[in-house]
């Protein structure tokens, strides 16, 4: 093999590795997401009309697009309030059965994942974090993911 030659391969080679370690898609950190999740629920908190409604408001997810690097939030009971349309995605992903107490289908995770889905995000790309809403302090604190959410968004990185 010509030194010339060799030295194309080297610089090509270089290149791709460069290329594909390069695009590797850089998510958020947790303090960032956890900033961004308890702005989003204190508002929710504050927009309520009732204290009932500030009392059913239990949990809150952000998800982080790394492709878009887009927010979608979610509240627990989110899919079926807003009257959404449950993305195929996600209906494909959930256990066959309950695997906890919580309702599939019903934790914020999947309200803010859905939105993500709809607006054409990929499934690898997002990443996520919830919390606890606690209405009368307000705390605003981690709250670890279900069961049921656990074996339905494998695949999405969970910030704990």
Request: charged share 15%.
């Amino acid at each position: 093999m010509q030194k010339s030659n060799f030295f194309k391969i080297v610089a090509c080679s270089l290149l791709f590795l460069n290329t594909v370690f390069c695009s590797v898609l850089k998510g958020q950190d947790l303090g960032t997401m956890h900033k961004a999740v308890d702005t989003w629920a204190r508002l929710q908190l504050s927009l309520a009309t009732s204290k009932t409604q500030k009392r059913e408001f239990s949990s809150a997810t952000v998800v982080y697009d790394k492709a878009t690097k887009r927010y979608y939030y979610g509240a627990n009971k989110g899919i079926a309030l807003s009257r959404a349309v449950t993305h195929p995605t996600l209906l494909s992903r959930y256990p066959a059965t309950a695997l906890c107490k919580n309702v599939i289908g019903n934790c914020s995770e999947n309200h803010a994942v859905n939105q993500a889905l709809q607006d054409g995000a990929s499934w690898n790309n997002l990443q996520m974090y919830t919390v606890y809403v606690l209405f009368t302090e307000p705390t605003i604190a981690f709250q670890a993911t279900c069961e049921n959410c656990v074996f339905t968004f494998r695949g999405i990185e969970i910030l704990r």
